[in-house]
């Protein structure tokens, strides 16, 4: 018997989604499916079955399954590079912060993206019909290469013209994809603040100024990113980052392949520029 007084329960009314609440929704939902089934084994059938939608529904949002493949790539590098043009910026730009601790932040910020994305990059390492080459050709590559040549001055005090640009996108891209990828596979969590201070001291001995106010620091004398982040509001304070489950096949294929495929990828443009007849 009801208790006198008692409002009788309201019905939940489901909200209903936004244009762009309901693609961020499918873009997270498909990440799941292509980190379980791999970029190959994922139908965008399982897709919009994730996403409570329908195959149709979906297409209504995007073109292709390699479209949203690509845009839940996009949302963390995209917030990556904010970050990483902005904070670096700033940082160099402050006549009490030393260079050192400017690319610090700088490698903190590469392999928090670098862990975040792993499992999607070895989804797609791992995966047949040639979307290694190209994924990181096409995409993944010049998009890390455009940012850290427009941050390379900030981070070292050098100009741009004193680097060999590829091979300083080599080693900062290389070392953090192979330790994402290693820990993942592994499946270990990756101590984003200790592991990015050891890579600080192994890159920091070439790290000078000319002229800028940030102030050179000495090569093994790498601040906790604690330090830094107090003198700024907007330094975001790093933490410990776990990978996710689903990439446990070829761990040896996957960190080869992550170390190597950028190299491979612009051994494969220049073939193809002498060659255009080549394959990409």
């Known amino acids: 018997m009801p208790q006198l007084g008692a409002s009788p329960a309201e019905p939940q009314v489901r909200k209903r989604l936004s244009a762009a609440e309901r693609r961020a929704k499918i873009i997270a939902d498909a990440r799941e499916v292509f980190i379980e089934q791999g970029v190959n084994g994922a139908r965008s059938r399982d897709i919009a079955q994730r996403a409570g ?91 890390l290469r455009s940012v850290l040549a427009l941050v390379i001055p900030d981070i070292t005090g050098y100009p741009l013209k004193a680097f060999e640009l590829d091979l300083f996108v080599d080693a900062m891209i290389g070392i953090h994809m192979t330790i994402a990828l290693e820990h993942l596979l592994e499946n270990k969590p990756v101590d984003v603040p200790t592991v990015a201070r050891q890579v600080t001291t192994m890159f920091a001995a070439g790290v000078g100024r000319t002229g800028k106010p940030a102030k050179r620091g000495a090569a ?54 002498k060659d255009p007849a080549a394959p990409a």
Not at 73 to 91: A, F, G, N, S
Not at 122 to 139: I, K, M, V, W
Not at 254 to 263: D, L, N
Request: hydrophobic letters at 40%; aromatic letters at 4%.
């Open 53 to 143: 939608i329908t195959e149709a529904y979906l297409y209504r949002h995007f073109h292709s399954k390699d479209e949203i493949f690509m845009l839940a790539i996009d949302r963390p590098l995209d917030e990556m590079i904010t970050h990483l043009r902005d904070e670096t910026r700033e940082l160099a730009e402050r006549s009490d912060v030393e260079r050192v601790d400017v690319l610090l932040r700088s490698h903190e910020l590469l392999l928090e993206c670098m862990v975040e994305i792993a499992p999607l990059v070895a989804a797609a390492l791992l995966s047949g019909g040639g979307r290694n080459d190209q994924f990181y050709t096409d995409h993944l590559l010049p998009r």
């Open 220 to 273: 093994g004398a790498v601040r906790p990113a604690s330090a830094v982040a107090s003198k700024t509001a907007e330094a975001a304070p790093a933490s410990k980052t776990s990978p996710e489950p689903g990439a446990s096949r070829s761990s040896r294929t996957a960190r080869s392949a992550g170390s190597t495929a950028p190299a491979r990828a612009r051994a494969a443009k220049r073939n193809q520029a």
